[in-house]
């Protein structure tokens, strides 16, 4: 079991420049999440999906896009990347129900020159 | 909105000592509340959640519905305790989580 993978680990692009950040998991879960992780600011909710096929805005979506044409994988894209988005990304999954916890993948470092 | 207010971003104490990092949160409603943790450069992971009432590494966390507050606690710190930690709150069977700005913990030996 290989949980939350994320591709890639490290990636440096120039402003400007499109880019697509994988997330495959391998638990059968429903939900799946890509968040940002700056300094001093937790970790903030880009975009979700409660299933394959659909995709919601979370709490900082602009300058991002999803896809969930599978159930097992969640793409963030950035169609035209901007320094404002260097940061650290995450993706999770859980399952549906009550009080299920999120598995976190081990996060792609982007930086954005 | 929910929130969720670590007001400590640094805390450090020395190995043996008591430890509580701070978690005040703001929901008119039921939240699922969780800890997670995340040691230097690894993915987060799921430390504990209110509903289960357990105790993870020695680290228990008890909600307050009257103070809004889900402080974690333990009692005699380890270096390796050291890392970033990081309250969440879920909305009654919501989705999405929302999480505090962290609160990186030092252990000192």
């Known amino acids: 079991n290989a949980g939350v993978t994320q591709t890639p680990k490290f990636r440096v692009l120039k402003t400007g420049q499109s880019m697509t950040l994988l997330c495959a998991q391998d638990?059968?879960?429903?939900?799946m999440y890509w968040y940002r992780q700056d300094p001093g600011m937790g970790l903030r909710l880009i975009h979700y999906?409660?299933?394959?096929?659909?995709?919601a805005k979370g709490e900082v979506p602009d300058g991002y896009n999803v896809s969930r044409l599978k159930k097992q994988n969640f793409l963030l894209g950035l169609e035209s990347a901007a320094p404002s988005q260097t940061s650290v990304y995450f993706c999770?999954?859980?399952?549906?129900?009550?009080?299920?916890?999120?598995?976190f993948g081990d996060g792609t470092r982007l930086s954005i020159l | 909105a929910q929130r969720v207010t670590q007001p400590e971003k640094l805390l450090s104490v020395f190995k043996g000592a008591p430890v509580e990092l701070k978690c005040n949160y703001s929901?008119?409603?039921?939240?699922?509340l969780f800890w997670y943790v995340q040691y230097s450069r690894q993915r987060l992971q799921l430390l504990l959640r209110h509903i289960s009432r357990e105790s993870i590494k020695g680290f228990t966390a008890d909600l307050n519905k009257g103070e809004t507050s889900f402080h974690l606690k333990k009692p005699f710190a380890q270096e390796e305790d050291s890392a970033m930690y990081y309250c969440a709150l879920a909305k009654t069977s919501g989705s999405r989580l929302t999480f505090g700005e962290g609160t990186q913990l030092t252990v000192n030996p």
């Open positions: 929901y008119s409603g039921s939240p699922e």
């Open positions: 999770a999954s859980r399952l549906t129900g009550f009080n299920q916890p999120q598995h």
């Open positions: 999906s409660v299933g394959e096929g659909t995709t």
């Open positions: 638990m059968n879960h429903e939900y």
